[in-house]
């Protein structure tokens, strides 16, 4: 299966703050020889590299407790300096590194959901590519369930997730 070309998806209108440093085409390809990235999440790199949306709740169905809303801390980006560079903090390749032992195969964390989570879509090769996924990871206890174990499907595609965003819920615990 050829890889796709940099195609620019319909992104909704959200604000966001902590972007990083604006990224083309031909930085990002200069940094895939680190990680093969997945489509949308190329296109969402060209509109946005990282950052943290200002309307940040989102509404999921969780197959156990029904309908849950979790907060997205912030989607990570691409740092286009060396590897520990603090341009972005921890961008998707630092948390690659870091979290790998924990992931599924062929996914790229995306992002952060408070509660130690991870946003994920997938390698290419995957058929669960462009979607995202929720991993619930638990630091205090990482190796309590394995890297497909506690892993939720949220939406079909990113453009998708992010028109899921929403301002703050009444019945969400702000800590």
């Given at each position: 299966?050829?890889?796709?070309?940099?195609?620019?998806?319909?992104?909704?209108?959200?604000?966001?703050?902590?972007?990083?440093?604006?990224?083309?085409?031909?930085?990002?390809?200069?940094?895939a020889h680190l990680m093969e990235l997945p489509p949308g999440y190329e296109s969402f790199l060209?509109?946005?590299n990282g950052g943290r949306p200002l309307k940040e709740y989102f509404t999921w169905t969780h197959p156990?407790?029904?309908?849950?809303?979790?907060?997205?801390?912030?989607?990570a980006g691409l740092n286009p300096q060396l590897p520990g560079s603090v341009t972005l903090g921890m961008d998707s390749v630092e948390m690659i590194l870091q979290f790998r032992h924990w992931l599924p195969r062929w996914s790229?964390?995306?992002?952060?959901?408070?509660?130690?989570?991870?946003?994920?879509p997938f390698h290419w090769d995957d058929p669960r590519t462009d979607q995202?996924?929720?991993?619930?990871?638990?630091?205090?206890?990482?190796?309590?369930?394995g890297p497909e174990e506690k892993l939720f499907?949220?939406?079909?595609?990113?453009?998708?997730f992010l028109a899921l965003l929403h301002e703050h819920a009444p019945d969400y615990d702000v800590e």
């Open positions: 299966m050829p890889k796709p070309s940099h195609k620019l998806l319909a992104f909704p209108r959200l604000q966001f703050k902590g972007v990083g440093p604006k990224l083309n085409a031909r930085k990002i390809s200069a940094l060209l509109w946005r156990q407790h029904g309908e849950t809303t979790s907060r997205l801390d912030g989607f790229i964390p995306i992002g952060r959901v408070v509660d130690d989570s991870f946003l994920l995202v996924w929720l991993k619930h990871w638990y630091h205090e206890d990482p190796d309590a369930s499907h949220i939406a079909d595609s990113l453009p998708e």
